[in-house]
């Protein structure tokens, strides 16, 4: 099964893809999407730029399930709805592709890569690392991306092997 990670951003979008079989993944490809432009360039316009790179992402690399990060909501309720809207799209390109997208937040994502829920950023990156050695990130949005990739691959293992209920 491939799956599709994805850490949204405004400005910048990180990609990640991951196989899976079985217990074992492997890296695939990983990236970024820019907007560009800042506060400069408008905000459709920003969007259509991240919604057209993760649909040829996903064109590309033709994934079975995808994962998005949650929304951190922070003190800037402008910054916090922006980001929101990029999540929104981070959503809807794969939905539109009929891919099921698994949510995730932040503290879950580094509690299943690195074992604990407050881990810093060099820590994910060791522990994605780690778990597809050769890995090279384009960025830290991108290794950020594969981290929630793996959460999802590994969410998606727990329940392939857990019994139906009611069976013993």
């Known amino acids: 099964m491939r799956v ?4 949204p951003g405004l400005r910048n979008m ?3 893809i991951i196989d899976m079989d079985g217990p074992r993944l492997r890296h695939v490809a990983n990236g970024v999407i820019r907007s560009g432009g800042g506060g400069d360039a408008a905000l459709g316009a920003r969007l259509s730029v991240l919604f057209r790179g993760l649909c040829a992402v996903i064109a590309e690399h033709a994934p079975d399930a995808a994962a998005v990060e949650q929304t951190f909501v922070n003190r800037d309720a402008v910054g916090t709805l922006k980001l929101g809207q990029a999540r929104g799209i981070a959503v809807l390109a794969p939905a539109e592709a009929g891919i099921e997208v698994g949510e995730y937040a932040p503290n879950a994502v580094k509690k299943t890569v690195v074992g604990v829920g407050h881990a810093g950023k060099e820590q994910i990156q060791h522990m994605v690392r780690v778990q597809l ?12 991306a594969l981290a929630i990739a793996i959460c999802h691959a590994h969410h998606l293992q727990g329940r392939a092997i857990r019994p139906a209920r009611g069976v013993a």
């Open 14 to 16: 990180g990609w990640g």
């Open 133 to 144: 050695p050769g890995v090279q990130f384009e960025g830290p949005d991108a290794a950020d």
């Open 4 to 7: 599709l990670g994805i850490d």
